[in-house]
């Protein structure tokens, strides 16, 4: 079945930073866009970063632009989020999301939780 698992949150001071990783199987990863979202409580999920099939695209929410960047690594499945000088309104949970480009069919994650707090 379809399994897209996240690891990689935590604890983290401000000006720190964190790699999310996204572990994907069930489906053809190398077909999907590849996407990270993130929510806080009250609030609707966020769109943080995309990456293309093959990795030549991405785009970045104006708030994390400069300071995140996606990668995937198609070999193994894996799309990842690297977090650099992170601040607390990062704070959230992060999702992991994956859609079909052809179908838009799509898949969530269970969500792993980042904490930027001195």
Not at 74 to 96: F, G, H, I, S
Request: proline share 3%; with cysteine.
């Amino acid at each position: 079945q379809v399994q897209l698992v996240e690891s990689g949150g935590g604890l983290v001071q401000p000006g720190g930073s964190l790699k999310l990783s996204c572990a994907a199987s069930g489906f053809t990863f190398n077909s999907y866009i590849m996407n990270w979202y993130r929510q806080v409580p009250g609030k609707e999920r966020e769109l943080v970063a995309i990456i293309s099939p093959n990795g030549r695209y991405e785009s970045y929410h104006d708030s994390v632009k400069d300071r995140f960047t996606i990668s995937r690594d198609n070999a193994k499945n894996t799309v990842y989020l690297q977090m650099n000088r992170l601040k607390p309104e990062d704070t959230a949970v992060y999702y992991c999301n994956a859609r079909d480009q052809s179908t838009s069919l799509t898949y969530w994650g269970q969500g792993t939780q980042v904490t930027v707090s001195s």
